[in-house]
């Protein structure tokens, strides 16, 4: 059965074109995807990600409980309300999910996960919880609206309690705390995204999401879909989980490599936790794949499941799409590991309809807070 957010029947008085999304009925447009990515890019737009979960992890052990599932190091987090991204991993050091955790206290962290991998994931945190004593609690009675781009954080403060927005502005990037709005409802505003660009994360009663969104309506934010959130994460060199990176990926092919913490205890041994041997195993031996990010010059557009040609062997177009601010197609692709030189010179093709595309290797993000960088 495909499932809708409190915020379905609002989509739809909007004129949303609505699709399936892992299950969920959601909204890919509201009559044009690129006016949608423009408007993130130079001012501000709303997302419903409350098809998202939010989790919540209690009891005396759960930071040692945290330790052991994900593969960044939750000791990086030491003053409530900073946030820190991560993989959780299987043995074989495949991602499972990619998620958010934040520092609430140290009886109390809270993760928001995806919504394509819910039941799997309460099910492995549920199971690896139960040997450290640390309580699972998903929180379905939150609904959450990101509102991103160059004006969203305002946009955001001007709705909140006089005695609240001093404290929200001066929150810095990764990090969230608690708020009300200006009429007394309790919300939890995140400085995250997933679009490249700056703004909030909001997560707020299922039985105040709608007036939220109408009073983000009001002041002037502009609903975005889907499919402005895929370009706009693409373009910021972020990755779809199911799409570039699943079980049968560890983070070292999926450039995730920075989330990884090979780190020690305070004890001085290696922090162990779940699939800390594939990695290194994958370190020692040297990754078999690598993701590079890819332009093509040419007309046309890059898509999932394209062969990509390169010296060292055959890989895919993962991720691919025109790019809106660029005015290319753009993707990410795995690709056999070895050294590819930058630009044109990587001899890098794209098999599309039988005829081999030259493209450009680049470093990614594509674009960071409505630059083109360098390169691209």
């Known amino acids: 059965m495909t499932q809708k957010t409190i915020l379905n029947e609002t989509h739809r008085a909007l004129g949303a074109k609505m699709v399936d999304f892992g299950g969920w009925d959601m909204p890919i447009h509201y009559g044009s995807q690129l006016d949608e990515h423009h408007l993130v890019r130079q001012s501000a737009g709303m997302f419903d990600v409350s098809h998202m979960t939010v989790v919540d992890l209690a009891g005396a052990r759960v930071r040692e409980f945290l330790r052991h599932l994900v593969a960044n190091n939750v000791d990086k987090l030491q003053k409530p309300g900073k946030a820190l991204y991560t993989c959780m991993l299987n043995p074989q050091g495949g991602v499972i999910d990619d998620l958010i955790i934040y520092f609430m206290s140290e009886d109390w962290f809270r993760l928001v996960v ?10 492995w945190i549920g199971e690896q919880a139960k040997a450290f004593d640390v309580a699972v609690r998903e929180r379905p009675e939150f609904g959450m609206v990101a509102v991103q781009g160059p004006a969203a954080r305002d946009k955001v403060i001007g709705l909140l309690r006089e005695e609240d927005r001093a404290p929200v502005s001066k929150l810095l990037r990764f990090s969230a705390r608690a708020a009300q709005t200006a009429d007394g409802v309790e919300v939890f505003v995140a400085r995250t995204g997933y679009t490249g660009e700056d703004g909030f994360e ?4 299922e039985a105040q999401t709608v007036a939220f969104w109408n009073a983000l309506l009001a002041a002037g934010v502009k609903p975005a879909g889907l499919g402005a959130r895929d370009t706009l994460r693409l373009e910021a060199g972020m990755n779809l989980y199911g799409q570039d990176m699943d079980e049968e990926v560890t983070p070292f092919e999926a450039a995730l490599g920075w989330t990884v913490s090979l ?3 305070a004890d001085g041994k290696p922090r162990g936790f779940i699939g800390r041997a594939a990695l290194e195993a994958q370190q020692a031996a040297g990754s078999a794949r690598q993701l590079i990010g890819l332009v093509m010059d040419e007309k046309g557009v890059l898509r999932h499941g394209q062969k990509v040609l390169t010296a060292g062997g055959e890989g895919e177009i993962l991720s691919g799409t025109f790019s809106p601010s660029i005015g290319k197609a753009i ?11 930058l630009g044109a ?3 890098v093709r794209v098999d599309i309809r039988g005829k081999e595309i030259p493209v450009r290797v680049v470093k990614f993000p594509f674009v960071r807070e409505g630059k083109v960088q360098d390169g691209i």
């Open 114 to 123: 995806n919504a394509s991998t819910r039941d799997k994931d309460l099910a």
């Open 202 to 205: 909001v997560i707020v009663p």
């Open 263 to 265: 780190d020690a205890d």
């Open 331 to 341: 993707a990410f692709a795995r690709v056999p590991a070895g050294n590819i030189p």
């Open 345 to 347: 010179d990587g001899g």
